[in-house]
């Protein structure tokens, strides 16, 4: 599996999760979403979901999924994923990562729990190594038919591409947070984004002008 | 005339853990109670109000009234009428109450499930949710409080349905 994961991922930087500056004051900026319509209107008129959030803590979110009767989880695994002692080792000047703690300390739920997962742009930031192991355990806890929002940046959007909180302001409108510390790791294509959800019953794409790619999965 | 110190009024009005005290096994009464120190086991308070304050640090279940987290909790928070996590809060726990407010920076790993209040018989939902305007580190989920000056209360959305 590994190589297999290694032929999808083109690595900006040598360097996974490098840390870049934190904002403290970083401006938020509103944004509209066909995924997150797409993925609204598929929740539309049912109570009681069970929604996985795996951005950072967002009180906003938790109060609109809230809001609608649905019952919020919220984990931040990008951050999880950062966490210095999760590598291991270093070989070649590449850091071994504890895939196996990793699932062991995170995404632990019980089989099928979840209608909806807002994914974002966590496999952008996110080491390698923890990406398709973490696609796979989305599989296992969303239940059939549950529906999955991401996002992957294009090429175009450059090594540089800030790392955003996303809130959760309407029904297809977002505001971006920006002053997170993570460096885009890499772009995946149509088809490295194919491969990734390959288990999962159908993708959606929606290119979006700000040089990201909305995506969403149907388990 | 010395300022007076933060969390001063808790003292004489409700029971205080000081932070170099640790509990181990259960925590029951009946007042109010701030709580700075460590507890390991199961908090029950009923009727009344928790405040785990800074330098708490919780590894139990909590069941009161309202519960206010300034510091770090490992368990379940069972708040009948309202829990709030303030923004050096560290949340490893599933939450389930009528009324909840978050402030960014809060650091939450959980389940949040909101009950209908059952003593409105119009079973009016209130529930709000704090944000803030700023970021702050406390978020991306180290174990260490955040202790960001920076990052003020930005917005309340105070909601009712």
Request: with cysteine; glycine share 8%.
């Amino acid at each position: 599996m590994s190589s297999v994961a290694h032929s999808l991922f083109r690595l900006f930087r040598g360097a996974p999760a490098a840390e870049a500056d934190v904002r403290a004051e970083a401006p938020r900026i509103s944004r509209r979403s066909s995924g997150l319509h797409e993925f609204t209107r598929a929740l539309a008129g049912q109570q009681e979901l069970r929604i996985l959030d795996l951005g950072m803590t967002s009180p906003i979110n938790i109060g609109h999924f809230t809001e609608l009767g649905h019952k919020v989880y919220t984990e931040d695994v990008l951050s999880a994923s950062g966490d210095h002692s999760m590598v291991m080792a270093t070989e070649n000047g590449k850091p071994m990562y504890d895939v196996p703690r990793f699932l062991a300390e995170n995404l632990v739920f019980e089989k099928e729990l979840f209608d909806a997962v807002l994914c974002w742009d966590i496999p952008d930031y996110m080491p390698e190594a923890f990406v398709k192991p973490m696609v796979e355990r989305f599989h296992s806890v969303m239940k059939p038919g549950a529906i999955l929002l991401a996002y992957f940046h294009t090429r175009d959007a450059g090594p540089d591409a800030p790392s955003y909180r996303y809130h959760v302001v309407g029904q297809d409108m977002l505001e971006l947070h920006a002053g997170a510390r993570f460096r885009l790791q890499r772009v995946f294509n149509n088809r490295h984004i194919e491969n990734l959800f390959r288990d999962f019953a159908s993708l959606k794409f929606f290119l979006a002008r700000d040089n990201v790619r909305e995506v969403l999965v149907v388990r | 005339m010395d300022a007076p110190k933060p969390f001063d009024n808790y003292k004489t009005d409700v029971a205080h853990i000081g932070k170099s005290v640790l509990v181990k096994g259960e925590l029951s009464g009946s007042e109010d109670l701030y709580l700075d120190g460590e507890v390991e086991g199961n908090i029950q308070l009923r009727d009344h109000s928790l405040i785990v304050g800074p330098h708490g640090r919780v590894r139990a279940n909590i069941q009161a009234r309202d519960v206010v987290v300034h510091g770090k909790v490992d368990g379940n928070i069972r708040g009948t009428e309202r829990v709030e996590l303030k923004k050096s809060a560290v949340l490893v726990g599933d939450i389930s109450t009528q009324r909840i407010i978050v402030e960014d920076g809060a650091f939450f790993k959980g389940a949040v499930d909101i009950q209908k209040e059952t003593s409105k018989p119009e079973g009016k939902r209130e529930m709000a949710m704090a944000a803030a305007a700023s970021f702050s580190p406390a978020a991306s989920g180290s174990a260490t409080s955040g202790t960001s000056t920076s990052s003020a209360q930005g917005s309340v959305v105070d909601k009712k349905s």
